[in-house]
């Protein structure tokens, strides 16, 4: 598959081994003196070590590589104790790679390692907002106020959507994850207005591979004029946010991503494009 990994150019490497330590997942060693990346299966392609090389020998390419695979870099990750575990842990919150970050604490989790606490304060450590019970008030009194639909379009749902149905066409399309509209209330107006749309749950839906091509062929026919995907705080709902950018590389078409995060109180957190 063709991904983002790290490259090494053995004449600027001096073997110094400052990039080693930086790469939680274990992917760099010192081998002969230089830097040798062992195994695709280990490098997140995310560019941690590139810092802290001082003779600018690494950098990230794309290309065919063997996919990343987050529970055999856990295995080797938990060998090297709770600190290697919690730098490993806060290197994926950092750059933001949440369907990463659940997938190490699930395993964490399932080998009943603890887990450390991370540097955040918005942050659920849990692999869906369904592992952690909380209780929520009603915001709102006024039983006889009805919010009007603004949906224009039907079906809503991505695997039962045509990626070049009419209402696609020239518009600003919305990826919703599936709990964004119960938890925040004034959904309709703020985020489905005057905008097509299509929902998922990046977690539990099966075959991704289908969203993402559809996602790419709404891009190249349907013209979309941006991409507006709202996901919840938990970490499993920013694959999400992953596959609209993957659909935008590989349609090549220059299109403003924008991720809106909504807490499990119901608050926007942020708004960010990317």
Known sequence: MLRKIIEINEEKCDGCGNCVPECHEGALQIIDGKARLISDLFCDGLGACIGFCPTGALQIVERVAEPYNEKLVMEKIVKGGANVIKAHLQHLKDHKEFELLTEAIDYLNDNKIPLPELDSKNEIHS??????????????????????????????????????AQYYRNTDFLLAADCCAFSYGNFHNDFIKGKSIAIACPKLDSNKQIYLDKLVVMLKESKLNSINVTIMQVPCCRGLAQLAIQARELSEEDVPIYVTTIGVNGEILETTEI
């Open 127 to 164: 692999s869906c907002a369904s592992s952690k019970e909380l209780v929520i008030e009603n915001q709102t009194n006024d039983e006889n106020y009805v919010v009007p639909s603004q949906l224009t379009q039907w079906p809503i749902q991505l695997h039962l959507v045509s990626p070049v």
